[in-house]
């Protein structure tokens, strides 16, 4: 089945690949939409592109104009932080939850994904982002509390921009072998069933994440050209 086979229609279709550039950095924040361009790479018309455009405007990815002129939504230092206080908010709590909640499956799960795991750098790249959204997702998944996992995966995309950026910055070349020890620990106590120091860990774990490093660098950004 080809990946058109998926969604329900083109504007679902040109919603999900343009959402998917986006969140990627494919489409960089402040660049403008070329609809038209895009309607040709896809292979549609520009109605459903358009329809996708008013969708991520909703989620405040793209901004738009009385003439239907598009941009991708600029990044912010506010932005940015607010991201960051409901990460405080929610991971620990889901991780709370997995530790007391998890079964035999989602410990399978988990140490699979673990076992995928590379320290999140420039230099490991997409792989390592990709592995490390998994490993999370299966801590997520772990607390059986689908209300709190669909906004801890909405959560996540609108997050990856701003560890895109973190990753640009000059720490993004370090080893980070810290994060990565982390996981490891943060799996372990999972499975241990210590709820208390896992949901400890992970408050620290993302203090000290790409995206705090990105909402420094933004607000000392705002502050330089204040």
Known sequence: MS???VFASKADLAYAELRGRILSGAL????RLAQYDLAEDLGMSITPIREAARRLSSEGL???????DARVAAMSAEEARNLLEVRLSLDP??????AERRTP???IALRLAQHELLPVNRATGEEAL???RAFHRALYVASH???LIRLLDDLWDKVDRYRRFGLHLPEGDAPRLRDHDEHARLADLVVEGDAAGAEELMRGHIELSLTAGAVEALEAAVEHRG
């Open 62 to 68: 793209v901004d738009l104009d009385a003439h239907r």
């Open 93 to 98: 709590a889901a991780v709370r939850l997995a």
């Open 130 to 132: 990709t592995a490390h």
């Open 28 to 31: 960089p924040a402040g660049s």
């Open 145 to 147: 509390n689908p209300v």
């Open 3 to 5: 990946i058109r086979g």
């Open 105 to 107: 499956e989602d410990v």
